[in-house]
């Protein structure tokens, strides 16, 4: 019996087997987020729901056309209004209230900002501006970082409908001189717009994941396409299902399902996304949905699976679901300073089903039904959202300024505890000792502190168009330029760049030519690292810093650097200790060998002590004193160090050890005098950088005189 053809755009019933689609591209991010081993890849869910709401906002849009021959703009921002902003406006509260509350001031200041680009739906720009890791280890993601998936559909939206209304006002052109009428030949001009969109969306998200996968991760044109997939659906589907028997409808929807879960067993976080990966649970999505179309009466058990009353209710909740289950994963972290064990995890999962029942019966259910919520007074939430947000922000920030700013008259450490004991001493090595001790008797900590823990995050020497965060290769001579007496580069990654107000002054005072060849995230040692698209340019720029070297014929030639990132063997990721440090001897070993013959001496700074928490979030928590932040060493960046060093020693490359400088009897203060040594857990503010000019230029005086 031949089906009949669907009408375009008519009205189509409920499909339940959508809802547990959502149900399931929900329930894979929380089980990747929330750590579930068997699920790396989980938040390919995002993808789904990408095509998910491509197809259903689609759908709407196409049937309004077919219906009324045009497209309200009012209507569906109205509707969209209504959908989205009170749920998230209201998570975007409680999240920002808990954050001032829970977290330290600095991290909270980062939520603040975080919050007011999330409720003008551009937390996507925020978080590829700032270079945002969903995988990063040593810093605490933003509980608002998830809102970088709705801020990608409001803005596909803001674009979507005036493009539609644009391909019905071109179809009733050609329509006038076409005997097509005009509802067939509009679907004819939205199916081949919308192809040729998508097409190109997906050429630039395959390009850009090449050159920079963080910014193609947040990209809307780099993720349109997948919206564009789902959107192409609506008209294709039904007159691909129309003409396929149930049992084949089955096997296209356990497909596709198939598909997805391939792409949460497959995936983790060093596969390149989103590229040509995201195919994988983009086209899963799209063969469910193609499944699920046409119209029958009786639907396979695949389909039905879907349909079932638990996937429907998930799926009713997956927008709460997902607004609440980051922050309740990130906010504990933040509070405790560790990561949350499985019972932990299992009960900020367990709040999150509750709080989005909740959520999506008192607060989405009705606005969204609201008779009183017409076209003019839904659109009038969108003001009342920032406007709320950014009342909160106001407050919020101005609490966490009050708390990093300074209060009381508490004086600075000095030595005069020491006594007869400083004569002893070398002067910096006297004040970390005394830094300790002030500390261990939980001295106040001093109110003048140097620098100001609010700008502390941005504490970073700048190197100007020689920072290399980019693929640009230049290079910038520094200090003296003209008649210099030696020359000396500085080589290495951002554990390089932070001794560089040190060696500014040095160039001063010993008339030194400079250069700094320190990429961010590329350590000197010749170790391949991270993924190869996101660390594609670190080979290249190590070569290329090389061959400048060899041209330069340096007199020093400092290697400054650590080595924290992910390494790869052969393409695979390494997880074994023992490879791993194998790995780094052997890449040590390789780059003292290429420098002996090219550079007048070779010295290795050993890099500093990583802490176990950051001094700057453990000041601006709560009231602290010193002995509340007195810090210890990390015993794996403290392997990596001696791993540096054993190579050196072989190769008879001297070696500065600043550990001195920073830490004393397994210690280290976070305050030093009254100057933050530390920036983060493993890098040196500018100040205190600085500071340590006379300890560096006398360690490095015997190569510093003679060429």
């Given at each position: ?9 008519a009205?189509s ?5 959508v ?8 329930l ?6 929330a ?14 729901f ?10 709407l ?55 007011v ?23 605490l ?18 674009v ?14 050609l ?79 356990v ?7 391939a ?25 469910v949905?193609?499944a ?73 259910t009705p ?19 920032v ?30 505890e ?5 004569d002893?001493l070398?002067?910096?090595v006297?004040l ?15 109110s ?10 941005e ?45 500014e ?12 060849l ?14 190869e ?36 063997d ?9 490879q791993?440090d ?13 420098l ?55 190769h008879?490359?001297?070696?500065v ?6 830490c ?24 205190y ?17 003679t060429?």
């Open positions: 019996m031949t089906q009949p053809r669907p009408e375009v755009g009205r019933p409920f499909r339940a087997d809802q547990g689609l959502r149900a399931i591209a929900v894979t991010v929380i089980a990747g987020h750590g579930l081993a068997q699920l790396p890849g989980g938040f390919v869910g995002v993808d789904v990408f095509v998910i709401s491509g197809f259903l906002i689609t759908q849009l196409l049937r309004e056309v077919a219906r009324d021959g045009k497209v309200s703009l009012r209507g569906f921002y109205a509707r969209r209004a209504r959908r989205i902003l009170p749920a998230a406006t209201f998570v975007t509260l409680v999240t920002l209230l808990a954050s001032t509350w829970w977290l330290s001031a600095l991290d909270a200041l980062e939520v603040v900002r975080d919050a680009w999330a409720t003008l739906f551009a937390a996507n720009i925020r978080f590829a501006a700032v270079g945002t890791d969903y995988f990063a280890r040593d810093q993601p933003s509980p608002l970082q998830h809102y970088w998936s709705l801020a990608v559909e409001e803005q596909f939206y803001l979507w409908p005036l493009v539609l209304l644009g391909c019905v006002l071109l179809a009733r052109r329509a006038r001189r076409a005997v097509v009428p005009v509802a067939e030949r509009t679907l004819r001009v939205v199916v081949v717009v919308l192809a040729l969109l998508t097409a190109a969306s997906f050429a630039y998200g395959v390009w850009r994941t090449e050159v920079d996968p963080t910014a193609a991760y947040f990209s809307t044109p780099a993720r349109a396409w997948e919206l564009g997939i789902g959107a192409l659906a609506v008209p294709l589907a039904p007159l691909v299902a129309a003409r396929m028997p149930a049992t084949a409808r089955g096997l296209l929807s497909t596709g399902l198939g598909f997805i879960v792409a949460c067993l497959r995936y983790d976080e060093t596969s390149p996304f989103p590229g040509t990966a995201a195919l994988l649970p983009v086209l899963g999505a799209v063969l949905l193609v699920g179309a046409g119209g029958h009466d009786r639907e396979p058990f695949p389909i039905r699976w879907l349909g079932v009353r638990p996937m429907r209710v998930v799926g009713d909740w997956s927008y709460s679901l997902y607004l609440w289950h980051w922050p309740l994963l990130v906010l504990p972290v933040g509070h405790l300073g560790r990561d949350l064990d499985p019972w932990e995890v299992g009960a900020a999962v367990a709040a999150t089903f509750v709080l989005s029942a909740l959520t999506y019966r008192l607060v989405e606005f969204r039904r609201a008779r009183s919520l017409r076209v003019n007074r839904a659109l009038v939430l969108y003001p009342v959202s406007g709320l947000v950014a009342a909160s922000a106001f407050g919020a920030q101005s609490y966490a300024e009050w708390r990093t700013g300074e209060h009381g008259d508490d004086p600075a450490v000095t030595v005069a020491l006594g007869s004991e400083v002893d070398d002067p910096t006297a970390v000792k005394a830094s300790v001790l002030a500390a261990r008797e939980a001295q106040a900590v001093p003048d502190l140097t620098p100001d823990l609010i700008d502390i995050r504490d970073r020497a700048s190197l100007g168009r020689c920072s290399y965060e980019t693929d640009s290769l230049l290079l910038c001579p520094r200090g003296t330029t003209e008649t210099p007496e030696q020359t000396v580069v500085v080589l290495g990654n951002s554990h390089g760049r932070m001794w560089v107000p040190a060696f002054r040095i160039a001063r005072e010993h008339d030194l030519r400079t250069y700094y320190v990429k961010v995230g590329c350590p000197a040692a010749l170790v391949t690292v991270g993924t698209a996101e660390y594609a340019g670190c080979t290249t720029f190590r070569e290329w810093a090389l061959e400048q070297i060899a041209e330069l014929e340096p007199d020093l030639v400092v290697v400054a650097t650590n080595v924290s990132e992910s390494l790869l052969d393409g695979a990721p390494v997880e074994d200790p023992a791993r194998r790995l780094v001897r052997d890449g040590f070993d390789e780059l003292f060998d290429r002996a013959p090219i550079a007048g001496r070779t010295v290795l700074l050993r890099d500093v002590p990583e802490l176990d928490e950051s001094p700057e979030v453990c000041l601006s928590t709560g009231r602290p004193h010193l002995g509340d932040c007195l810090l210890s060493p990390t015993s794996d960046a403290t392997r990596m160090a001696d791993i540096s060093v054993a190579s050196a020693e072989e008879r490359v001297p070696v050890d600043p550990t001195p400088w920073l004393w009897d397994g210690s280290c203060p976070a305050v030093i005098g009254s100057t933050i040594p530390y920036r983060d857990t493993g890098h040196l503010t500018t100040e950088a600085a500071a340590l000019t006379e300890d560096l230029e006398q360690a490095l005086t015997p190569w510093l005189r060429r």
